[in-house]
């Protein structure tokens, strides 16, 4: 049996199976801290009008990160998964700095596991409810400055230029006033600091600049899963005539001219196509979504479903990182 197949059972099993349960239990816990709970989101997106989040009613989530070849379109894969629920100008923000995100439903899951290309490798970790966020992802320490846009319309353009120390990937998981449980997704540019005032290893973790304009804050229930991944615009193929074939038809015309003066042969008619790979922008997406694995280059995506089993946990499985 192939990774991928394997992935791809382990991925349905993730998704299907957690729909099926309708009578999973949730845990109330009680927090001192719980009013001075805030979401790092700090622009108002259509998702918060599902309350204010909170984590008082613990909820679990699991991530699983897929590696796969650099050099393939995963386009297959995301025409399963709903762009369109993710609001607009948040959606935008991501795309800018080569980031993708998407809902996929329980029924888009087959689809979207088929789709998947050879995977390299595949790590996953769970995560529970907590006031701090966790790094879900962190790059090595960076050797070359990576710039990060923070355009917000109709603001004027800004950018920010991230320095030595290493990229992350946030996340926070917990449950809205009304009961909902949320996802925060947010970008962080950690770089240790020298605080004389003493502080908490939570809080140290959050030295640098934690990108608040790039906040993603997303519902999910146990039939959705939130994919995040490289913003990679591959160029539109016609798969019926490659490049070689069309100059071997332009060969084959030119014999015909030469034998048959008489008649003046059709040349036939086709599309070339365009089989160079793009180029990985720069950015964010590249920083956070590629890397190396067995040698060679990959990239990744991060598959994040819900798992409400607060009782069913042991302390290894506590806000594991998948890097």
């Not at 009782?311 to 890097?323: K, M």
């Amino acid at each position: 049996m192939s990774n991928r197949t394997r992935t791809a059972r382990r991925l349905l099993t993730t998704l299907l199976a957690v729909a099926l349960c309708t009578c999973l239990l949730s845990c109330e816990t009680t927090s001192p801290n719980a009013n001075k709970a805030k979401p790092i989101v700090t622009n108002p997106t259509p998702a918060q009008a599902m309350g204010d989040p909170t984590v008082d009613k613990e909820v679990g989530a699991m991530i699983n990160r897929l590696d796969m070849p650099l050099d393939v379109s995963l386009d297959d894969c995301w025409a399963q998964v709903d762009e369109l629920e993710v609001p607009k100008l948040m959606h935008g923000l991501w795309q800018a700095n080569g980031l993708r995100i998407g809902v996929l439903h329980a029924e888009n899951a087959e689809a979207f596991a088929k789709a998947l290309p050879p995977i390299y490798g595949e790590s996953q970790a769970k995560l529970y409810s907590s006031h701090y966020p966790t790094a879900a992802r962190s790059t090595p320490r960076l050797l070359e400055p990576v710039m990060v846009d923070l355009t917000v319309p109709p603001k004027s353009p800004t950018e920010y230029k991230a320095i030595d120390g290493r990229l992350q990937l946030l996340i926070r998981i917990g449950r809205s006033e009304t009961g909902l449980a949320f996802v925060e997704l947010t970008p962080h540019h950690y770089k240790q600091k020298t605080d004389l005032i003493p502080r908490s290893p939570l809080e140290k973790q959050l030295d640098g600049r934690v990108f608040r304009e790039l906040s993603a804050l997303l519902p999910i229930t146990t039939d959705t899963a939130i994919i995040i991944g490289l913003n990679r615009p591959w160029p539109e193929q016609d798969t019926s005539v490659t490049a070689e074939a069309a100059e071997d038809a332009e060969k084959n015309t030119a014999v015909s001219e030469t034998e048959s003066e008489s008649s003046e042969p059709e040349k036939p008619e086709f599309k070339v196509v365009d089989k160079r790979i793009p180029p990985v922008p720069e950015g964010l997406g590249k920083s956070l979504m590629t890397g190396i694995r067995a040698g060679q280059p990959t990239q990744m995506l991060m598959v994040i479903s819900l798992i409400e089993d607060p009782f069913d946990r042991t302390p290894e499985d506590v806000n594991i990182p998948v890097n």
